[in-house]
């Protein structure tokens, strides 16, 4: 792909943003400017872009992903087709050194430059569509509700433990629990439909439901991770994206640590895994029958967990990719071959 002509950076705020144009190599052709973060903000800042050249054959736009606050300039630029990249604000803040004045006007300008330097490792941004984001609020408030639960829960076992009790606070919590827990049945309803209404989403979340130990929440987070199962992994990139993967920590004779996993990637997934990989290892013969050995061998059980769950995550995109439910005695038919000659 060939690079354009002008990296406009944008700092993106609640109420205001700045953005800057810079061209190849790299200098400012535009000094910052700061629009307000609203439709008649974008349309000024439109006919600034034009004004300055930077048309939509001839720009990249670049943002950091800061939430709502970036969205709805983003969709705006997409729906007038301009190319979109939004990237981690770590990655961009370690492509500079620490030094010099932080604020909206210089971030735009850095991370105008930030574009301009690593154009050829962007990722241009599509906006998701209506169901898969409705699917991910649903996700996140069920989340934050289990979260509630939790905190009742752990509260509710305190009070009932006191010497002095406090019927009202108890039933407090006891009605709180219940609410919370009739809530997330409801988005539990609600994500099952918006799957089932779409035939091929449907049958998709057939195949990946049949893997051992996965749910509706897991399948669901599958679903919005992949963009609807469009953009399917591997089973190694989807254990890295996850944060589950091990990995080495060599070098020379002197620096050297075992093999672990990063331990950050979306949470709520890694928490459903642990759980299904904690539900496998005592429940599933072929899981349990693992855990037991390895355990035998002195492992400790987290590590074995991971190992389950990177299995999960194995099977999961087998059979996603073989577009078959999994069958537990299914043997490679090489492997048949082998044994019987």
Known sequence: MNPPKYFVGFDIAADDFAATIGTYPWRITASPQTFANTLAGFEQMLSWLVQHEATVEQSVCCLEATGVYGEAVAHYLVARNYRVAIEPPLKVKRAFHPTGHKNDPVDSQQIAAYACRFFDELSFWQPPSERIEQIRVLLTTR?????????????????????????????????????????????????KRLIDQDDTWRGWKKIILSSPGVGLMLAAHTLVLTDGFTQLFSSKQFSAYLGICPYEYQSGKSVYRPARSRGYGPSAVRRLLHLAARSLAHHHPDFRSYFERKRAEGKPKRLIYNNIENKIVKIMCAVLKSKTPYDRNYRPALASVSTTT
């Not at 006891?174 to 827990?181: A, V, W």
């Open 143 to 191: 989340e934050q509700l289990t979260k509630e639960t939790t905190m009742h829960k752990n509260a509710l076992t305190a009070l009932k433990r006191k010497v002095a009790s406090t019927p009202l606070a108890e039933r407090i919590h006891t009605e709180t629990i219940q609410q919370l827990q009739g809530r997330q049945k409801e988005i539990d309803t609600e994500i």
